[in-house]
């Protein structure tokens, strides 16, 4: 059985949560230099998870990219305005809104995934594959007991 964690400690070097948040704010400056202005991180989230599953509900789209539903509207009508996807009333259930890939976007995927791969490549230089694993799995398991925590809070 595993070792329960450690009391929480003040100093930014030792929680999890402040170097969990600087970090991703450095995946995303890193990322932002390298894609320029021209298109915003926020819809880099968006586009990767509609290159896997295009046309998804506005709602999936914003529970799949992990952010909140008013952001995720806010960053579709921008990217409506550039041309990067589309909107359409459900067929089945004119309730829902579902968001579409436009031509444009699909050209930007593999750009983008470069982009994304070669920044992966900056923030793991010199870091053996066997910590990344592990890395992987305590950030996933993370995730999993806070958001299995919140769904009980709620």
């Known amino acids: 059985m595993p070792s329960p964690a450690k009391p929480f400690d003040n100093d930014p070097l030792k929680s999890y949560g402040y170097q969990t948040r600087a970090t991703h704010r450095a995946f995303d400056r890193t990322l932002q230099r390298h894609i320029g202005h021209a298109l ?31 952001s995720t509207m806010l960053m579709l009508e921008s990217m409506q305005n550039a041309g990067l996807i589309r909107k359409r009333r459900d067929t089945a259930d004119r309730r829902r809104i579902n968001v579409f890939l436009t031509a444009k976007a699909r050209r930007l995927k593999p750009e983008l995934e470069h982009y994304a791969a070669k920044v992966n490549a900056i923030a793991t230089r010199g870091i053996a594959q066997r910590d990344l694993d592990t890395f992987l799995r305590v950030v996933i398991r993370m995730r999993d007991n806070l958001n299995s925590h919140a769904a009980r809070s709620t």
Do not use: C, I, K, P
């Not at 989230?45 to 599953?53: C, D, E, G, T």
């Open 40 to 70: 915003s991180n926020g819809f880099w989230y968006l586009l990767r998870v509609l290159w896997q599953r295009d046309g998804m509900s506005q709602r999936e789209l914003a529970d799949e990219a992990n952010l909140t539903e008013s």
